[in-house]
């Protein structure tokens, strides 16, 4: 074998092992370049992922803060209208009170308890126009049930009330369907909330 072949054959041999070379090189070249185009491929995915949950989750979170926030309102709106029913209610017994004593068989007890009528009927138009704006506000916020049963009792006291001072009857005569009225209106704010209904009994 000559020189020129054996140089010949060593130069093949170095020419196939640095195609090999090259080739593997090329080949790992080609996966590295595919991976971090993959990786960069996942990184933009899990962006649009992360942004998409960010977006759902403010979402949820403004209707759950919106619906917290009405029932709130509506919590206050509701005790508040209940507190002012039951102020004027007991504005009413006072009332019915004078109005029974001003009819008293004692002359002197009767004309005592006649100035009081007059005071009682004004610290029982001021709770009424108190309990009527509580309502008027609580309409905001609940359904047309409780409303109309609000409206209900605020009737019944307006036009009970006149009655029971000119004498016509006495609050035992209307305090039946009354209090049956203001369990009834209780019972719908106390629905609202989410709360066990009273017994009328």
Aim: charged share 25%; aromatic share 6%; glycine share 4%.
């Amino acid at each position: 074998m000559t020189g020129a072949t054996v140089a010949y054959a060593a130069l093949i041999l170095i020419a196939t092992w640095f195609g090999r070379a090259i080739g593997a090189y090329a080949k790992k070249k080609g996966e590295n370049l595919a991976t971090h185009e993959d990786l960069e491929d996942l990184v933009e995915q899990m962006k649009a992922v992360t942004e998409a949950t960010k977006t759902i989750e403010a979402a949820i979170s403004d209707k759950v803060w919106d619906r917290q926030k009405h029932w709130e309102l509506k919590r206050d709106a509701l005790f508040a209208t209940l507190e002012a029913l039951g102020e004027a209610d007991d504005a009413i017994v006072a009332v019915a009170s004078a109005s029974k004593g001003s009819r008293d068989k004692n002359p002197q007890f009767a004309q005592a308890q006649q100035a009081k009528v007059g005071e009682r009927c004004i610290e029982w138009f001021t709770a009424m126009s108190r309990f009527d704006a509580k309502r008027r506000i609580a309409s905001l916020v609940c359904t047309m049930e409780t409303v109309s049963l609000l409206h209900s009792v605020s009737r019944q006291m307006r036009v009970s009330t006149p009655q029971i001072v000119e004498g016509k009857f006495d609050y035992s005569d209307i305090m039946p369907s009354l209090q049956k009225a203001i369990v009834e209106a209780t019972n719908a704010a106390r629905k609202e909330l989410g709360l066990a209904a009273l017994n009328d009994s």
